[in-house]
């Protein structure tokens, strides 16, 4: 799925570059000239999420923007975003401002937006800002009424004393009443049913949005066949815990085996379910397998 998240969230910048250019520079004179294709950036050989050419009071700059589902486990944050603006000034001779949206909640924690270094009579200084939308008041988004915000906004703070269902609902809500047309609300509810699974349960967007209204959406065959693949996946690892806390209650005490229960339940890798599967049949006493669970 990683790869329709980026898909998806790439082509709402694409499409809402005057919104998130607003956001992301906290500046609402912006005017976005155009959108520069890096695919042929041969030096760094890897292309930039988002980068276009914008103007601030009569002053052009780029306006660099990487999307990340977690933290960047490859390269270091600040070593992408050193190898981007080597080659964006080099090729445009313009300022590059740089961002990094964070979307799960503990991802970019420890990323400072700053590298710099100071040797032997040389200095180096990059700045960029980094944007945790779990950091951002999401009722002062949803107020803003700018579509192309509206799909992150699950992912940002809620109102005080206000529960992430509700909060979810009040999300929704805002993208069903913004004034567009049926397929560019289709695309919105998709994105954001997307999106708001990275933290909470899919099925919770499903009850909420009805699959009528997101039909229209040229991400919907997408995103259906891949929620029916995770779905089946999903109910394969609910089948293999159930059959092997099954295999271990035949052997020890049900107690001491449901206490085993929340344990089981945080693996996603479905081939080491399997393989827990296998052992649960084989092991003589229940701390073997306990030892088993704290390889993980």
Wanted: glycine fraction near 6%; include cysteine.
């Amino acid at each position: 799925m990683a790869q329709e998240y980026d898909n998806i969230a790439k082509n709402l910048l694409t499409d809402y570059a005057t919104d998130i250019s607003q956001f992301v520079l906290g500046i609402n004179e912006v005017e976005v000239v155009e959108n520069i294709d890096t695919e042929q950036q041969i030096v760094i050989g890897q292309r930039t999420d988002s980068t276009k050419r914008i103007r601030i009071n009569n002053s052009e700059a780029i306006l660099h923007i990487e999307l990340q589902l977690r933290d960047s486990t490859h390269k270091p944050m600040w070593a992408r975003n050193a190898a981007y603006h080597g080659y964006l000034i080099g090729e445009h001779q313009i300022p590059v401002y740089s961002n990094v949206i964070y979307f799960h909640p503990t991802a970019g924690r420890n990323d400072t937006g700053l590298y710099t270094y100071r040797s032997h009579g040389y200095e180096y200084t990059l700045r960029y800002k980094v944007i945790r939308l779990v950091d951002i008041d999401g009722q002062s988004v949803l107020e803003i009424g700018a579509p192309g915000l509206l799909p992150f906004t699950p992912l940002m703070k809620q109102p005080l004393g206000m529960d992430i269902d509700q909060w979810i609902r009040e999300c929704v809500s805002a993208v069903t009443a913004t004034a567009v047309d049926q397929q560019t609300r289709g695309d919105l509810l998709c994105a954001i049913s997307l999106f708001g699974g990275i933290v909470y349960d899919a099925h919770l967007f499903k009850q909420i949005i009805p699959e009528a209204l997101m039909q229209e959406s040229k991400y919907y065959q997408l995103l259906r066949d891949e929620f029916v693949a995770q779905g089946i996946e999903q109910g394969a690892r609910e089948t293999t815990i159930k059959n092997t806390l099954t295999l271990l209650k035949a052997k020890f005490t049900e107690k001491d085996v449901n206490e085993l229960i929340p344990i089981m339940q945080r693996i996603t890798e479905f081939q080491r379910l399997e393989q827990l599967h296998l052992a649960a049949a084989e092991v003589q006493s229940l701390d073997t397998f306990k030892l088993m669970l704290d390889e993980e």
